[in-house]
């Protein structure tokens, strides 16, 4: 079986607390890591050590992610690259239109999946086990499990109930 830790992922997303949280869902799984701030960086860095699968937001300043997909899908070098599409702007006038051009592409060289933010910790390490047909093992799919189900609970707190929390973890 292929292990996690053999394979690389690129993470292309403009903004920093987005990167961060898929690097760190990402990693946590036991796969590399790599990051991108852009279109034009995510393309060098793969020319330069092409990853197992990257991750492409659709928004970006600079160089679109469909951008990005037509010059991977250009390149008979890349054209093969598993991407996952992250994005925010599904179903907005901002996404619309790039998820047509997405729709577009010959179905084999189309985004293996699209994922709406927020995303999921365990959806997102489950669509990349799936494309690089990596097992994860059970203790970390137990602790990414754990992880949503914290996330959930501050998401769903109240103001108070969050400020106990704070001070809680500040006395131990």
């Given at each position: 079986m292929v292990l996690a830790s053999e394979k690389k992922i690129l993470v292309v997303d403009d903004e920093p607390d987005v990167r961060n949280f898929l690097v760190t869902c990402i990693a946590d799984a036991g796969f590399q890591v790599e990051t991108a701030a852009n279109g034009e960086e995510a393309l060098k860095?793969?020319?330069?050590?092409?990853?197992?699968?990257?991750t492409l937001d659709m928004v970006m300043p600079r160089k679109s992610g469909i951008?990005?997909?037509?010059?991977?899908?250009e390149n008979p070098k890349?054209?093969?690259?598993?991407?996952?599409?992250?994005t925010a702007?599904?179903?907005?006038?901002?996404?619309?239109?790039d998820?047509?051009?997405f729709n577009a592409f010959v179905s084999g060289n189309r985004p293996r999946y699209t994922l709406e933010k927020p995303v999921s910790p365990q959806k997102l390490v489950k669509a990349i086990c799936d494309i690089l047909s990596v097992g994860i093992d059970q203790e970390k799919e137990q602790a990414a499990s754990d992880q949503e189900a914290v996330i959930?609970?501050?998401q769903s707190?109240?103001?108070e109930t969050l400020r106990k929390i704070k001070?809680?973890?500040?006395?131990?």
């Amino acid at each position: 079986m292929v292990l996690a830790s053999e394979k690389k992922i690129l993470v292309v997303d403009d903004e920093p607390d987005v990167r961060n949280f898929l690097v760190t869902c990402i990693a946590d799984a036991g796969f590399q890591v790599e990051t991108a701030a852009n279109g034009e960086e995510a393309l060098k860095k793969i020319e330069a050590n092409p990853p197992d699968l990257m991750t492409l937001d659709m928004v970006m300043p600079r160089k679109s992610g469909i951008q990005v997909m037509r010059t991977l899908r250009e390149n008979p070098k890349f054209k093969d690259l598993p991407v996952i599409v992250i994005t925010a702007h599904a179903h907005d006038e901002f996404g619309r239109e790039d998820l047509k051009s997405f729709n577009a592409f010959v179905s084999g060289n189309r985004p293996r999946y699209t994922l709406e933010k927020p995303v999921s910790p365990q959806k997102l390490v489950k669509a990349i086990c799936d494309i690089l047909s990596v097992g994860i093992d059970q203790e970390k799919e137990q602790a990414a499990s754990d992880q949503e189900a914290v996330i959930r609970l501050v998401q769903s707190s109240d103001q108070e109930t969050l400020r106990k929390i704070k001070e809680m973890l500040a006395n131990r």
